[in-house]
């Protein structure tokens, strides 16, 4: 009997003791989400402190997930990843639905991130198949606001800012439903740097600053802070108000290297090297400039570790599956097969779109440095016989042509072979002949390039000319369309003109090449 009874007793003491420390560390992770935003290191250490003792399985997932956003906030790309697979693979041992949800929508800012859109749509569709969401309204919550988020990201890759936003300000209500806070940050954060690309100047800035506001308080969000600032530093160098530019870089600066983010680090210091560029600064632009480069090499080399991660789950994750579900179904393999050749497609996707990008980066270097060498004269042909222009006349139609491309009549959109004769006093053979013989091209070709080399020169020296549409480009050089636009300007540069620009504001370590060009 006594030893029964202290076999009761010993048990009663360890349940207690059990009870005990799980509140404890319920308590712990508690204050770890509180301060994730603020100390993401202080947070990283409750949460591995939880991982080493508790046994509490919906603990142990909270604390992975602790540290998957703890360390995306670092920028710790393969660690984030490492945690949030932990996460995943715990909720589904125990079949916890609401937290398979959560795991995989944490990590699809981070797959987003790497690049890897088609691998978090696949991710979130193996996780969301099986699970039937009617059962619980958490779990509906969270697998409508993962579609949405997909949503958003799609259009975020077409470059369709409104209806980005539009779907992560959806997905941000669904979040503070549930409520999850990692979710309605990382939506916040989002949403924060598609303003500028929706709104207007000022309209952007409004937003940001009522989100400045909220990122204070008793729990103060960095992050956010962070985020939201390097946005205001874009909108102050735009409005050209550069001590502005340079104090909201700066700030974010601050934030960045406390969290030691080198992809951020690496970015504003890119950015605070543009503003001095545009202020003349050559010492504090080249420091930054050499900063980022530093900088970006780290944050790259981490991105690569963390995508070899992902693609070593999704392997071992996939086989272990196989060797299982092998002895049971089938048709289990064809799926296994179809998730592969995704990843395999998804690998020569980014290897196309690397190449293209390398190929169009090479083309407008290769522009960019044609522009800057000296002209050289074409070697003249020899007038039609047929014609006999007198050596007077063909000088002095020569002459009107040199100031006919210093003025900006060739940007009127009726311009032709015989307006422009009629304003030179002549008539459009001469003229034509004249041209083909000293230009080495058609009226045509001659009018378009004039247009196009405008238009470039107006994106280079106003950096507001970047943020305006196609149409308005194509209108203010002098095309009818978007599409003779498009069509000229691709001939003419060998890249079309969204990717032109594009590669005109990146803010990438080969930048530098380029800035050096247009100096």
Known sequence: MRSIFYICSMALVSLVASAQDDGDYKDMLANAETVLYTQPDESIKIANHVLQNSNNADQLIQANLLNTNAYYIKGEFENAVNAGVEAKVLAESTENIPMQL???????????????????????INTNAPVPIQKAVESSNFSIGGKVLLNGYKE???????????????????????????????????????????????????????????????????????????????????????????????????????????????????????VYLALKDSPQFYSYKKTAQQLDDEAETAEDQAINAIYNYVNNNHTAKRDTLKKTYTRNLWIFSAVLLVIFLTWLLLRFRYRNRARQYNRFLTYIENRQRPIENLPIKEISKGLNIPQETENAIVSKLEQFEKSKQF???????????????????????????????????YINELRINYIIDKLKSNRTYLQYKISYLAEESGFSSHSSFATVFKAVTGIPPTVFIDLLKSTKKTSKHIYEKVE
């Open 411 to 445: 940007t009127k959109q009726d311009m032709s072979l015989a307006l422009l004769a009629a304003n030179f006093e002549t008539n459009t053979k001469y003229l034509s002949e004249i041209i083909n013989t000293h230009k080495g091209k058609n009226f045509n070709s």
């Open 156 to 274: 975020m890759e077409q470059d369709n800012w409104q209806q980005a936003l539009e779907y992560f300000g959806k997905a941000n209500s669904i979040f503070e439903k549930i409520p999850d806070k990692a979710l309605v940050n990382e939506t916040t954060a989002i949403m924060a740097t598609l303003y500028a690309k929706v709104y207007s100047i000022d309209t952007a800035q409004n937003h940001l600053e009522a989100l400045l506001e909220n990122t204070a308080g008793e729990h103060p969000n960095n992050y956010l802070k962070m985020v939201v600032l390097n946005q205001m530093g874009a909108l102050f160098f735009l409005k050209q108000d550069y001590s502005k530019s340079i104090e909201s870089y700066l700030t974010a600066l601050q934030i960045a290297e406390l969290f030691q983010n080198k992809n951020y680090q690496s970015h504003i210091s890119e950015n605070l090297s543009s």
């Open 102 to 124: 959560k795991a995989t929508l944490a990590s699809i800012p981070l797959l987003n991130h790497l690049g890897l859109n088609a691998v978090a749509e696949r991710y979130y």
